[in-house]
Structures are given as C-alpha cells and as structure tokens.
C-alpha cells in the first residue's frame, strides 16, 4: 500500500513569491492535514480537510491556504512569501476524524 | 493550556538499555496521545498511540505508560538498538477539532 505522498520534495523560492505544494493522501483516506515543521518551532498544524471542506485551521495568516479535491489529494498555497516560511512542510492523511495520521515525507521549502 | 510538553530533549542511552521520554499536557479534553518517530530526511512515522481509558499499551520493544491523574505519559523503548537512533515526538489531539499538538521532541542516541 502506497503512503502518502508529496510533491516536490524540495523548493527554492524568493520573498513575494508564490508557492503551490501537494498532497495524495493514502488510498482509502479522506482527510487531509497539513503541518509546518521549522527550526526551533517544532511541528505545527496548519490545516484539516475532509470530505473537500476545511474542518479546521491553525494559528498560521490567510496567505496560508489550500483546498482538497474530489479523488481526496490536497495542494497547500502560500502567498507572498517571507523568509521565515522557510520549513519542511508535512502532509498526513487518515481515514476520517479521530483517527491516526500518517505522514508523508514532506516538502522542503526554502525562501532566498 | 495546548501545550504538550516533552523532556529530556536530548538522550544517550547505552545498546540494550532502556530509553525513556517523558510528556505532560493540561488540556484535559485531549483524547488521543501518539507518538511518532522521525529519521532525518523523513516524516514524522506512527510509533504507537494510547487514549485516556488505557493505563498502558505495549507493542513489541515499546510500551507507553499513561498516568491521567497526573496528566503525563511516557514512552519506554526496551532493548534500544542502534537503529532506534530517531528523534521522538509525542502529542495530543482531541476529537473535536482533530489537529496534533507535538511535543517539542527528543534526540535520542544509542551508543553501539
């Protein structure tokens, strides 16, 4: 069984920026989490889709935003990039709410 | 009042000696307690998961001891190998709003 996958693995981008990543969650999942995993600030939540509908958001700006399709992949958007967005971003999938979530390998976002 | 606080952060234990990291949270509406294990250049893998009604769970070398009284837990990792050589998160979520709050984590380093 195919876990959850992520693409791309990494990113060069410059402030102002725009950036699209994305998720497939693994078969059979349909919620979608995003996580951000920087320096010194640990893991943090971002984002909860499920079913195509944001269920819930962390403490993370509006330039943080995303959406979850049909097949139940997911894309992450960040707007006008700063430097300190510069992390590996983390996607994990389960099979509905309340569930274990597992974890993708992660984008690794760098802002220049 | 979120928060899920991990120790020690850092860990050397000799080969077949016992690891053990410790976590205390406050929010009592937490409801599900994983742990998860991080090799560099991965995502954050499913170690092993309690809920508040199980006082302890094994699986395999590892065994998570849950005090709900005291609002802590603990993972013990028994015969630790090279290989256990990760960083460790523990966390908690709860059903409502369904997000992982981590631990800061621990490096955990066993001598050959």
């Known amino acids: 069984e195919a876990g959850v996958t992520q693409s791309p693995t990494h990113l060069i981008k410059t402030r102002g920026q725009q950036v699209t990543l994305r998720c497939s969650p693994i078969?059979?999942?349909?919620?979608v989490y995003w996580y951000q995993q920087a320096l010194g600030l640990g893991l943090q939540f971002l984002l909860w889709?499920?079913?195509?509908?944001?269920?819930n958001r962390g403490n993370f700006p509006p330039r943080f935003s995303g959406r979850q399709f049909p097949n139940y992949s997911s894309e992450l958007n960040v707007n006008a990039l700063e430097l300190e967005d510069s992390a590996l971003y983390l996607c994990a999938s389960s099979i509905g709410a309340n569930q274990p979530q597992h974890f993708g390998d992660g984008t690794r976002l760098s802002i220049l | 009042q979120q928060q899920v606080k991990q120790s020690p952060q850092s860990l050397i234990v000799q080969k077949g000696g016992i690891s053990i990291i410790n976590c205390a949270y406050e929010n009592t509406a937490f409801d599900y307690f994983p742990w998860y294990q991080q090799f560099p250049g991965k995502g954050p893998a499913l170690l092993i998961a309690?809920?508040?009604?199980?006082s302890e769970k094994k699986e395999g070398r590892f065994t998570i001891s849950f005090n709900k009284s005291a609002k802590q837990f603990s993972l013990h990792i028994m015969d630790s190998q090279p290989g256990d050589s990760a960083t460790y998160f523990c966390?908690?979520?709860?059903?409502?709003?369904?997000?992982?709050?981590f631990g800061k984590g621990t490096r955990l380093h066993i001598l050959p």
């Open positions: 078969s059979g999942h349909t919620s």
């Open positions: 309690i809920r508040p009604d199980v």
């Open positions: 889709y499920d079913e195509g509908e944001e269920r």
């Open positions: 966390a908690a979520s709860m059903a409502r709003d369904d997000k992982i709050i």
